[in-house]
């Protein structure tokens, strides 16, 4: 299993490094957000998600369906897009590059498993919540109304966000 894995990892390799260079080459601001958004999108859907959405509170959801609705696992990574009232932009920025590492990661761990052809028990989501400085309301939304049908078939989440190796408890609640 690892041996395929690996092998199909690396025939991601050359799409996962030039997405990797769009997404860091990309300026992402309260004006390009929506852009940012539909290129995020736009590679999911090139890379196989059987579903790409986008909610009504600006938080992007990929699928890939697994065999049941059973045991279902999800990963959540902040888009980095400001708030509209964010004063702390030029700050803000000097991060950025650190949460597209979690998009990259959750979107590449779908392509995989689509790839693998790993029989799923449950199907793979990946998140990508927008305005990192003040999600909460992001996340409840996304838990409340996006992922409502899954919530109760959730076996874990993993959270995309940078710490430097370390394990770390993320969301409460």
Not at 5 to 11: F, L, T
Not at 30 to 40: I, K, L, Q
Request: aromatic share 8%; net charge positive; proline share 3%.
């Amino acid at each position: 299993m690892y041996d395929l894995m690996r092998r199909k990892a690396g025939g991601l390799k050359d799409s996962l490094q030039q997405f990797a260079q769009e997404i860091a080459d990309f300026q992402v601001t309260r004006y390009t957000a929506p852009d940012f958004s539909s290129m995020v999108m736009a590679h999911m859907k090139a890379l196989g998600f059987d579903r790409v959405i986008k909610d009504n509170a600006g938080n992007i959801m990929g699928v890939i369906r697994g065999y049941h609705r059973k045991d279902q696992l999800a990963s959540i990574a902040h888009i980095d897009l400001p708030a509209a009232d964010s004063q702390a932009e030029t700050a803000w920025s000097s991060n950025v590059l650190k949460f597209k590492a979690g998009v990259i990661a959750g979107i590449y761990a779908g392509a995989l498993l689509k790839r693998s052809l790993v029989p799923l028990n449950g199907d793979f989501t990946v998140c990508c919540v927008p305005r990192v400085e003040c999600c909460d309301f992001n996340i409840r939304y996304l838990f409340d109304e996006t992922l409502a049908s899954r919530k109760s078939h959730l076996k874990g989440v993993i959270l995309n966000e940078p710490t430097d190796f370390n394990i770390c408890l993320g969301h409460k609640g």
